[in-house]
């Protein structure tokens, strides 16, 4: 069993920087896909970001591509989502979630992952 804890979020200036963390406990840290998902009020989960396991290549949404940044550090177990530029639109509860055997290249969604976190609030306001 893994479990996720994300925190990191907060309420920032349109502009301005956050970097979520999402640490797991469990085994095998380093054989999990992990991905950030977001969801604002009224709106459809989001897929934001993706890190793959072994060679740690990423995927981004086409909104936040260029100002957002994916991480992973196997010796601490933790995941970490750099985010830049933020954006009044980029207000939601971000969410990290983990599965095996999967690629962040497959057309995933959000059905696919087995873990989840509690989420954090990200609000980006002036």
């Known amino acids: 069993q893994v479990q996720l804890v994300e925190s990191g979020g907060g309420l920032v200036q349109p502009g301005g920087s956050l970097r979520l963390s999402c640490a797991a406990s469990?085994?095998?840290?380093?054989?999990?896909?992990i991905s950030w998902f977001r969801q604002a009020p009224g709106k459809e989960r989001e897929g934001v970001s993706c890190?793959?396991?072994?060679?740690?290549?990423?995927t981004y949404g086409d909104s936040v591509r260029g100002r957002f940044t994916i991480s992973r550090d196997n010796a601490k177990n933790t995941v970490y989502l750099q985010m830049n530029s933020l954006k009044s639109e980029d207000t939601a509860v971000y969410y990290c979630?983990?599965?095996?055997?999967?690629?962040?290249?497959?057309?995933?969604?959000?059905?696919?992952?087995?873990?989840w976190g509690q989420g954090t609030q990200v609000t980006v306001s002036a």
């Open positions: 890190i793959n396991s072994g060679d740690n290549s990423a």
């Open positions: 469990g085994p095998a840290f380093d054989s999990l896909i």
């Open positions: 979630a983990a599965a095996r055997f999967r690629s962040c290249f497959w057309d995933n969604d959000y059905g696919d992952f087995t873990f």
